[in-house]
Nanobody, 120 residues
Framework: QVQLVESGGGLVQAGGSLRLSCAAS????????MGWFRQAPGKEREFVAA????????YYSDSVKGRFTISRDNAKNTVYLQMNSLKSEDTAVYYC?????????????WGQGTQVTVSS
């Protein structure tokens, strides 16, 4: 069983930065892709960014492209989300997720989430 634990959320002013971390533990961890998602109050969960565990290809939603950077440290089984130029609309609970299979769209494991609040 894989466990994902997010950290690094908090309260920040608009224009500021935060760095989220997601540490994976459990059985041998070798996902195909790791992703960050977020859910704002009253809204559906949405994709933010993803990175292939092997090779490091990255993907971003249009709303964060150019402001957020996803990276990973394979040796530490950790994925990061560097968030710069934060806006009030970035306020949400951010979730880390692991996609174990190359095919399909399903992310198999999810963290508990970390709150990010951006004050304007």
């Amino acid at each position: 069983q894989v466990q994902l634990v997010e950290s690094g959320g908090g309260l920040v002013q608009a224009g500021g930065s935060l760095r989220l971390s997601c540490a994976a533990s459990g059985r041998t961890f070798s996902p195909f892709r790791m992703g960050w998602f977020r859910q704002a109050p009253g809204k559906e969960r949405e994709f933010v960014a993803a990175i292939n565990w092997s090779g490091g290809s990255t993907y971003y939603s249009d709303s964060v492209k150019g402001r957020f950077t996803i990276s990973r440290d394979n040796a530490k089984n950790t994925v990061y989300l560097q968030m710069n130029s934060l806006k009030s609309e970035d306020t949400a609970v951010y979730y880390c997720a692991a996609k174990t299979l190359r095919v399909g769209l399903t992310y198999d494991y999810w963290g508990q989430g970390t709150q990010v609040t951006v004050s304007s």
